[in-house]
Nanobody, 113 residues
Framework: VQLVESGGGLVQPGGSLRLSCAAS????????MSWHRQAPGKERELVAS????????NYADSVKGRFTISRDNAKNTVYLQMNSLMPEDTAVYYC???????WGQGTQVTVSS
């Protein structure tokens, strides 16, 4: 299993970013996918998840209405559209699959003016 996150960066409060996670090494369309984040000094937390077919999105209360998870099973990729970003969204963002306990390298998101 390989998960490669991308799309992070530095953005001002109120801005947007779209994260991507390219997956390989397993049958992508058979497993749920999720995004997690870890801020400095804090535990890793679940941000959003999506079922194998793209339905049943689930979000942490802190991101509801601002983040949208989606997937493209033809491209073996899961996305996280992040709008109205706030400084407290600053973290390393990771994707994960139900097919494995492994993690990718993550992508850094920094929200700061």
């Amino acid at each position: 299993v390989q998960l490669v996150e991308s799309g992070g960066g530095l953005v001002q409060p109120g801005g947007s970013l779209r994260l991507s996670c390219a997956a390989s090494g397993f049958t992508f369309n058979r497993y749920y996918m999720s995004w997690h984040r870890q801020a400095p000094g804090k535990e890793r937390e679940l941000v959003a998840s999506i079922s194998s077919y793209g339905g049943l999105p689930n979000y942490a209360d802190s991101v509801k209405g601002r983040f949208t998870i989606s997937r493209d099973n033809a491209k073996n990729t899961v996305y996280l559209q992040m709008n109205s970003l706030m400084p407290e969204d600053t973290a390393v963002y990771y994707c994960k699959t139900g097919a494995s306990d492994s993690w990718g390298q993550g992508t850094q998101v920094t929200v700061s003016s």
